[in-house]
């Protein structure tokens, strides 16, 4: 799966306001070395660069398109390709950040235990992860799957995420003997304004898997966007002044290591 930099940075500043919160929490003062998982263009590496500017910043991401990006924004971070479902760092790391990544990575049980044990003494894991499954974005993305012409090229796509409830990773952390942990939810009303201001939203995340399964299949993959398109505009409809609301729900958790 592909990921455009463009697409995601069109709603950069709202997307920005949770990674922003959950950097206000890690309780750091001044980390050595510092890693951001899932880093995508950068914009919230250079965040995490000003807030310890005498730290070593890595980013890390999967996609090339992203990194390039990253390094046309903020040259003096290092960057690495990685598949971060088996990532761990090279020596124990004071800050591990994640904004909006392990939705998309199995096995958190396993994923988050290895990171947690990569911390330093009072190193901080930070990750935030949108937990919107049952919202109609996500349902209605999946039932449009399910039922059209698309469906046997997207069938392998009804499983994609990997999210589980706040008592979930209290327990494990709790199990794991952190020092500190800070769970939290919030729901952010995100105001989308445009045409198919939803549509455009998920077209630069949750869609991302459906649209390259039917990248072979134009016609296909424009029947699909505008039957998804035609369920969200009356999902969420627009109000009077133009503007369109989309809750949002996100899990935050900062898990220090003692």
């Known amino acids: 799966m592909s990921w455009d930099p463009q697409q995601y940075l069109k709603f950069a500043d709202l997307r920005l306001r949770p990674a922003l919160d959950l950097l ?22 250079r965040q995490l660069a000003a807030r310890w500017p005498h730290a070593s910043i890595t980013g890390l991401d999967s996609s090339p398109d992203m990194l390039a990006e990253a390094k046309r924004q903020l040259p003096s971070a290092r960057w690495l390709q990685a598949d971060l479902s088996t990532w761990r760092p090279s020596q124990p790391a004071d800050v591990i950040y994640s904004n909006a ?16 044990e990569s911390l330093s003494a009072g190193g901080a894991l930070a990750i935030q992860m949108p937990r919107n499954q ?58 989308l304004v445009g045409d198919d201001p939803v549509l455009e939203w998920i077209k630069g995340t949750a869609l991302r898997p459906y649209l390259a399964a039917l990248a072979e299949a134009p016609e296909l993959q424009a029947g699909f966007l505008k039957e998804v398109g035609l369920r969200l505009r009356e999902a969420y409809p627009k109000g009077r002044d133009g503007v369109t609301l989309l809750p949002f729900r996100r899990l935050f958790m900062v ?3 003692a």
């Open 255 to 257: 898990a220090v290591r």
């Open 134 to 191: 049952q919202e109609p974005s996500h349902t209605i993305t999946n039932q449009v799957a399910q039922s059209g012409p698309w469906r046997e090229r997207l069938a392998p796509l009804s499983d994609l995420f990997e999210i589980w409830p706040p008592d979930f990773y209290h327990e494990l952390f709790r199990s794991l003997g952190a020092a500190h942990i800070d769970i939290w939810e919030s729901i952010y009303q995100q105001a």
């Open 24 to 45: 206000a929490r890690i309780p750091a003062q001044s980390p050595g070395c510092v890693f951001d998982l899932g880093c995508g263009a950068g914009n919230v590496t």
């Open 101 to 116: 990544l392990f939705h998309w990575i199995k096995g958190h049980r396993q994923v988050f235990t290895g990171l947690f």
